[in-house]
């Protein structure tokens, strides 16, 4: 088939390249624009750009892929079938009849659960044991379009949105090759519109995109909430904390890995937020067994706990702001000299953690 591919993220590279690899026509990739920096050096390109670059496959960048001269320019090219995916721009109508057959959308969510910016990432946040990937053929509702394919993978217990990302990218390989080889028949743009699994609206939900101060911890939540922000954030905008010492000092440090441990605190003269360590967490577990008995059953090793509402975040590694990534045993051996130290957040504060708890 004569294709336009048109990504920018990392998500689409797999399957770009595999329509490579099966010799189909490959007559423009279609990228968003570099974004300038103001220092000297050269802006980073996206992995689609490279990977385009890298076999030597004509690249374009439109500011606006829905105004009439980029609509125009795709029209003129006479592709038989666009193929988007993690593109970033949502194409209109007049877009998407400039090829032949219209365009396939590949979508790192089961939907309708999950239409947005983040899929992978609310994957994670909304708790789901099970992801996946869908192919849609579009139309100009926001991943609306009717199922080609879809397959299912199961969410590991510790998996991070990074990680399930790139394999949700590789599994998007099979559903992008099957959907391209069942429009390959096809001569009409309505008889593609006449394929697929049309979705059930009311199952929808929104993966709305994330911000960067969507990382910031706040333990007046359920800890099991706290690791899915944690997982579901990394890499980006990754997870942070306001430590705050006795003379009210703060320090901003990064949490990029943590374990929830969910027991009973409550009848602890603990508060949501407190950071344990040293001796006053020696002396704590030494007269609470239960505690300590809860500890090793999660195995955990961490010298440093966080306090939420109904349990204990052990935390494992941490970056100060300035430094480099350390061990919580290496954080403290700087840091326990202060007797206290808490993470300042305020309870029901949080917009994301708020949303996810309606998820």
Not at 128 to 155: C, F, R, Y
């Amino acid at each position: 088939m004569r294709l336009i591919l048109m990504g920018t993220g990392p998500f689409a590279v797999p399957s770009f390249q595999a329509l490579l690899h099966k010799g189909h026509e490959i007559l423009h990739v279609v990228t968003r624009p570099t974004v300038p920096v103001t220092s000297k050096k050269e802006p980073p390109q996206s992995p689609i750009r490279q990977w385009a670059t890298l076999n030597s496959l004509p690249i374009a960048a439109p500011a606006s892929i829905n105004n009439s001269e980029t609509i125009h320019w795709l029209t003129s090219i006479q592709a038989d079938l666009m193929v988007v995916c993690d593109y970033g721009q949502i194409l209109s109508r007049d877009a998407l009849v400039a090829t032949k057959l219209g365009g396939i959308n590949l979508h790192g969510s089961l939907l309708p659960r999950h239409r947005g910016a983040a899929p992978v990432q609310w994957s994670i946040l909304s708790g789901d044991s099970v992801a996946g990937v869908s192919i849609i053929h579009m139309t100009p509702a926001l991943d609306g379009g009717p199922v080609l394919h879809s397959l299912s993978t199961e969410i590991g217990p510790l998996e991070t949105a990074a990680e399930l990302e790139v394999r949700l990218s590789q599994i998007g390989v099979e559903s992008t090759l099957k959907s391209v080889a069942l429009l390959e028949s096809k001569q009409t743009l309505q008889e593609c519109e006449a394929l697929g699994e049309r979705q059930d609206k009311s199952l929808a939900t929104k993966a709305p995109r994330l911000a960067k101060e969507d990382g910031e911890l706040n333990l007046h939540y359920p800890v099991r909430w706290i690791d899915r922000l944690i997982r579901g954030l990394q890499t980006w905008p990754g997870t942070f904390a306001h430590f705050q010492f006795p003379d009210n000092k703060t320090i901003r440090v990064l949490v990029p890995q943590a374990a929830p441990i969910e027991c009973d605190i409550s009848s602890l003269p603990l508060s949501p937020g407190d950071l344990l360590y040293g001796d006053p967490l020696k002396n704590l577990l030494e007269t609470n067994s239960s505690l300590k008995t809860r500890l090793e059953q999660y195995s955990a090793t961490s010298s440093l706990l966080a306090v939420a509402i109904d349990g204990l975040l052990s935390i494992s590694v941490v970056q100060p702001a300035g430094k480099r990534l350390m061990s919580a045993d290496e954080f403290l051996r700087g840091y326990s000299r202060y007797p206290s130290m808490k993470i300042a957040s305020a309870p029901g504060s949080h917009r994301l953690l708020n949303q996810m708890s309606c998820s």
